[in-house]
């Protein structure tokens, strides 16, 4: 029998990402710096010296998941998502977008949002962050121009309300504070709205 030589390469990429997924959800359950490589490595099933063969160190194990959790943030939130013209509509659908990350992807959402992993991260991987909130950024920018947002907020602030808003939010729920309905996250959408408009009361869905 023939063995394909597609077989090692396609092996070597399955434990790739199961080192990747143990990753995820060691960290996300315990955090970055207070978690070692061993924990991870039997979280994968694998020895400590086979995880070393694919990821260098901590930092490279890091920086990788990093970067392709991002992008799949990035898939689902923006995938297809014209960013102009600026509306309430299209604005519904960003915080729905990331809401629903949030809920079917729960590690990934709170792994990116943990603080404890930026001393790990290289040049590539900050550049991949900016590049995620660029056109969340242009979304506001253009909406304070064209009128539909206010300009009494600078871009910056507007940004980190949004995501501040949802971060807030799904670590409540995680934490056993409250129990987050569809309704909740309606109401929060719409009062992250009146904040960025001009009008203060506006209900518009321009």
């Not at 029998?1 to 990402?17: C, G, L, V």
């Not at 297809?80 to 590690?107: G, K, Y």
Request: proline share 5%.
């Amino acid at each position: 029998m023939t063995t394909s030589p597609d077989r090692p390469s396609q092996a070597a990429t399955d434990k790739r990402q199961r080192i990747l997924d143990a990753a995820l959800k060691v960290f996300a359950s315990r955090g970055v710096h207070g978690t070692p490589v061993p924990p991870i490595a039997r979280e994968a099933g694998i020895s400590v010296g086979s995880l070393y063969r694919y990821f260098e160190s901590k930092e490279a194990l890091v920086n990788t998941l990093f970067r392709e959790t991002k992008q799949l943030l990035a898939e689902h939130l923006l995938g297809n998502l014209p960013i102009q013209p600026p509306s309430r509509a299209l604005f519904n659908e960003i915080w729905n977008r990331l809401c629903t990350f949030a809920r079917q992807q729960p590690d990934a959402f709170r792994f990116l949002e943990m603080q404890d992993h930026h001393s790990y991260l290289d040049e590539v991987s900050l550049a991949s962050e900016y590049q995620l909130l660029l056109p969340l950024r242009q979304f506001i920018e253009l909406g304070q121009q064209s009128g539909v947002l206010g300009t009494h907020m600078r871009p910056e602030v507007a940004m980190a309300l949004f995501w501040g808003a949802i971060v807030g939010l799904f670590k409540a729920e995680r934490l056993g504070y409250l129990t987050l309905s569809d309704h909740d996250l309606e109401q929060a959408c719409t009062a992250c709205w009146r904040s960025i408009t001009n009008d203060a009361n506006t209900e518009s869905k321009a």
